[in-house]
């Protein structure tokens, strides 16, 4: 037998599939099981682990038509048995390509706006469910293939090697800070559609480094992320100005992941960096609420501390669905709703959760 699961959506939401990954091997021990990926970071993610034959990586946004077309084609030439379009890949254009690579068994979930066609894209679906995180979205899908969970529990998988743990001891003891509070922070969030709007505004995350480097100066902050957010880093590096607060050179994703372990704490919206802070065990971490927070995409089996966003009051599934558009409003508006959270209100949580005098 031969399963490809395909997670062409955000880099987070690769972490979601690995429950299902680990499933699908237990069930089928002897199958060749592959996973198709959009970004680079996704490819990360999986890689080293065990439950997979191969890992294929294509950015078929930015290559062009033909190119992609080509690759695909590729893919179909595998000739899978199955293939697994993980929650949440709401926009139809990733069913057409489960389409085009042609397993006879094709498995996704129905959207907000699934019709006929996408039933002929895919050929066994079960509705999505908001009430449950994606990562039980994707467990339930085991069922349309006559499989069911195996292990007694689930969380994210990620496999990070000697070399990239050693890489962060080294960075820790190099910069001195192996008897500090270290704060994971991540600035950024994902880039598709509008969901740049969903950023706490880089300016509320000066005001908060500044106070924060005042009042409680044995915390280091980690800026964490890539190109993306190069140019918010550069812009709280030089309004905070002061050595507490530093911005790793990390290589890779899986070298981000191996620092991140070490901290004490982390704070983001919910994003990739988020999913990874708890796929690698950081005891505490911090969640800004933003309109896209629901459910289906909180830390998964963690506790985690949410900031309320009072502009968002518990309508977030009204702001974002899965249907394969963006948040619901105007750029002005998405940023005044997350202008909303003040920075002193996200320092009284950082304190305790911290536990700092």
């Given at each position: 037998m031969k399963i490809l699961v395909i997670s062409l959506a955000g880099i987070g939401d690769t972490l979601f599939a690995t429950p299902l990954i680990h499933?699908?091997?237990?069930?089928?021990?002897?199958?060749?099981?592959?996973?198709?990926?959009?970004?680079p970071g996704s490819r990360d993610i999986l890689e080293g682990n065990s439950n997979l034959n191969t890992v294929f990586?294509?950015?078929?946004?930015?290559?062009?038509?033909s190119d992609s077309l080509s690759y695909l084609w590729q893919l179909r030439r595998q000739h899978y048995d199955i293939s697994f379009n993980t929650h949440?890949?709401?926009?139809?254009?990733?069913?057409?390509?489960?389409?085009?690579?042609?397993a006879n068994t094709r498995v996704s979930h129905d959207y907000d706006h699934a019709n006929e066609l996408d039933r002929w894209l895919v050929n066994k679906a079960l509705p999505q469910d908001y009430q449950q995180h994606s990562a039980d979205n994707n467990l339930a899908l085991l069922e349309l293939v006559g499989a069911k969970p195996k292990l007694p529990s689930h969380q994210y998988e990620l496999f990070l090697s000697d070399a990239e743990k050693n890489w962060a001891t080294e960075f820790v003891t190099k910069n001195r800070l192996g008897g500090r509070r270290l704060l994971g922070v991540h600035v950024g969030s994902?880039?598709?559609?509008?969901?740049?709007?969903?950023?706490?505004p880089k300016e509320n995350y000066a005001e908060l480094f500044r106070a924060l480097n005042r009042r409680y100066p044995e915390v280091t902050v980690l800026l964490m992320g890539g190109p993306e957010e190069k140019a918010a880093h550069e812009f709280i590096l030089r309004e905070v100005n002061s050595s507490l607060v530093r911005q790793p050179e990390t290589r890779s994703l899986r070298q981000a992941a191996a620092l991140i372990k070490h901290c004490h704490a982390f704070l983001s919206v919910d994003t990739s960096l988020m999913h990874v802070a708890t796929a690698v065990g950081v005891p505490?971490?911090?969640?800004?609420?933003?309109?896209?927070?629901?459910?289906?995409?909180?830390?998964?089996?963690?506790?985690?501390?949410?900031?309320?966003n009072?502009?968002?009051?518990?309508?977030?599934?009204?702001?974002?669905?899965?249907?394969?558009?963006?948040?619901?409003?105007?750029?002005?508006?998405?940023?005044?709703?997350?202008?909303?959270?003040?920075?002193?209100?996200?320092?009284?949580?950082?304190?305790?959760a911290l536990v700092l005098g």
């Amino acid at each position: 037998m031969k399963i490809l699961v395909i997670s062409l959506a955000g880099i987070g939401d690769t972490l979601f599939a690995t429950p299902l990954i680990h499933e699908l091997r237990a069930n089928f021990r002897e199958a060749v099981i592959d996973a198709f990926v959009l970004w680079p970071g996704s490819r990360d993610i999986l890689e080293g682990n065990s439950n997979l034959n191969t890992v294929f990586q294509k950015n078929l946004i930015t290559e062009s038509p033909s190119d992609s077309l080509s690759y695909l084609w590729q893919l179909r030439r595998q000739h899978y048995d199955i293939s697994f379009n993980t929650h949440p890949q709401s926009r139809r254009h990733y069913r057409v390509v489960a389409k085009i690579i042609g397993a006879n068994t094709r498995v996704s979930h129905d959207y907000d706006h699934a019709n006929e066609l996408d039933r002929w894209l895919v050929n066994k679906a079960l509705p999505q469910d908001y009430q449950q995180h994606s990562a039980d979205n994707n467990l339930a899908l085991l069922e349309l293939v006559g499989a069911k969970p195996k292990l007694p529990s689930h969380q994210y998988e990620l496999f990070l090697s000697d070399a990239e743990k050693n890489w962060a001891t080294e960075f820790v003891t190099k910069n001195r800070l192996g008897g500090r509070r270290l704060l994971g922070v991540h600035v950024g969030s994902g880039g598709t559609k509008n969901l740049a709007l969903r950023r706490w505004p880089k300016e509320n995350y000066a005001e908060l480094f500044r106070a924060l480097n005042r009042r409680y100066p044995e915390v280091t902050v980690l800026l964490m992320g890539g190109p993306e957010e190069k140019a918010a880093h550069e812009f709280i590096l030089r309004e905070v100005n002061s050595s507490l607060v530093r911005q790793p050179e990390t290589r890779s994703l899986r070298q981000a992941a191996a620092l991140i372990k070490h901290c004490h704490a982390f704070l983001s919206v919910d994003t990739s960096l988020m999913h990874v802070a708890t796929a690698v065990g950081v005891p505490q971490q911090i969640v800004i609420e933003t309109p896209t927070l629901n459910k289906t995409v909180v830390p998964y089996g963690r506790e985690f501390v949410l900031v309320e966003n009072p502009s968002v009051a518990g309508k977030n599934l009204d702001y974002y669905r899965y249907d394969g558009n963006g948040i619901r409003g105007t750029a002005e508006e998405l940023v005044r709703c997350m202008s909303a959270i003040k920075p002193e209100t996200v320092l009284e949580t950082v304190r305790r959760a911290l536990v700092l005098g």
